[in-house]
C-alpha cells in the first residue's frame, strides 16, 4: 500500500471529523483565522501518544500566543477521546477518523505486521497549516518526546 505523501506547498486536504464530545468540525472553519497543527497518533492512552498529547496540552498556551489550535487525529473513537482527554486533562482538540478516511488523505496509514498478520496503523505524523490552508511543514514517523516544543519551534519560525 503506497501512500500519499504530502509535501510543504501543497494544500492541505479539507476534512470534517467529530471530536470528543461528538461536535463535527470542520478543517476550513479554521482558514484565515489559526493555524492548525495537525498531528496524527496510533491509538488513545498509550504511552508515546499520551506523552505527545501532554506535551501538545502542556504548550497550548504558548501555540495560542501564535494564532495557532493543536489538533489530534487517531482511529479511536468519540468516547475513547473524550475518556483520554479527561483522563489526562489534554487541551488538544481530539478528533475521530475511524474509517481512516483522513488519515489516507494524509498518507499517514501504513502496514505493519503483527502476529503474522498485515494491520493498518497510524504513523506518527505532523502537518502545520497556515492560515490560508497551505501546509508549511510536514513531518512523517516523529517520535514523541520533545515533539511539541519542535513544532512550536516551527510555528515561531513562520511568517
Do not use: W
Amino acid at each position: 500500500m503506497q501512500a500519499v505523501q504530502m509535501t510543504a506547498g501543497m494544500d492541505a486536504p479539507h476534512f470534517e471529523l467529530p471530536d470528543a464530545d461528538m461536535q463535527s468540525f470542520s478543517i476550513t472553519s479554521q482558514l484565515g483565522k489559526k493555524n492548525v497543527v495537525l498531528y496524527f497518533y496510533p491509538r488513545d492512552d498509550t504511552p508515546g501518544c499520551t506523552l505527545e498529547a501532554t506535551e501538545f496540552s502542556d504548550l497550548d498556551e504558548e501555540f495560542a500566543k501564535y494564532d495557532t489550535i493543536v489538533i489530534g487525529v487517531s482511529r479511536d473513537d468519540c468516547l475513547s477521546h473524550a475518556s483520554f482527554r479527561d483522563k489526562h486533562g489534554l487541551s488538544v482538540l481530539l478528533l475521530s477518523d475511524t474509517e481512516a478516511r483522513v488519515c489516507k488523505k494524509y498518507g499517514v496509514m501504513y502496514e505493519k505486521e503483527v502476529d503474522g498478520h498485515k494491520k493498518l496503523s497510524i504513523k506518527r505524523s505532523t502537518f502545520v497549516i497556515d492560515k490560508q490552508g497551505k501546509l508549511r511543514h510536514v513531518e512523517y514517523g516523529v517520535q514523541a518526546h520533545g515533539h511539541a516544543q519542535e513544532i512550536l519551534n516551527v510555528i515561531k519560525g513562520m511568517k
